[in-house]
């Protein structure tokens, strides 16, 4: 039986975002969640902006990895073979997705601090051949980024799956992996619901020891971790200062 990976998104694997189910959608150059007023159409064949839309969202997709790691995951599935990007999921502080915020602002009962990061998107290639693949796939990709984000020391997730005919089609995924995977139905209707997750917030330190090992710069750069200040000879503890050039006094002398 195939085996699943999870990892986190980088420059190399962005284009192995499988595509949504919404018809005519692409992951990688949509700012539906970015932007109030975005959109989730793929760009046409012939758009002048689809590198500069395409750039963007990996920019902002990479935009914590120095900080605390990439926005988005992977699930993979492997085998002696081959190697096939099934799902997806996007997460993120809430402050990166306005949408999300507006749709939490309508519930002024949710708590606000700390601030909860939020699953935007979680998306699973369907297998007709394995009918309740996707469901278990989803559910092990929400365990996957809760478990990242536990490990980042973030306390609270939160995630926004409204309802629809098909449950995949909306970005967030459907609500039955969100309660299979810890979530409870925190505030909302069908439409417009609030899900959240409580973790632990303990910070794996190993893992971030990964994190600035992978972000850290080239041995030849000096700015790392700060700038450092010049080395100085340690005798100069032990030495008074240079005196100081009296400057003439402009009434003379006593």
Known sequence: MPDLAFELVDEKSVD???????PHARCQTCDYWERIDGGREAPAADATDAGARAGLKLRRLLAGRAVSGSYGMLAYRTDAVERTAIGYAQFGPLSAYPRAQSIRDRYPELPESPAPWV???????????????????????????CGELDGRG?????????????????????????EAAGFEHLAGDDRYPVYRRELTG??????WSELLRASRPDDEDDDWPLP???KRDPDDLFRLPPEKPKRPNPFGDD
Do not use: F, M, N
């Open 16 to 22: 192995d975002i499988p595509a949504p189910a919404r």
């Open 154 to 178: 973030i306390t609270a997730v939160e995630a926004y799956p409204e309802a629809a005919p098909d449950p995949w089609a909306p970005s967030p995924g459907p609500a039955s992996a969100y």
């Open 228 to 230: 450092l200040p010049p």
């Open 202 to 207: 303990k910070t794996d330190v190993g893992a």
């Open 119 to 145: 699953i935007t998107c979680l998306q699973v290639t369907p297998d007709p051949h394995v009918p309740d693949e996707r469901a278990r796939i989803g559910i092990g990709l929400l365990e996957a980024v």
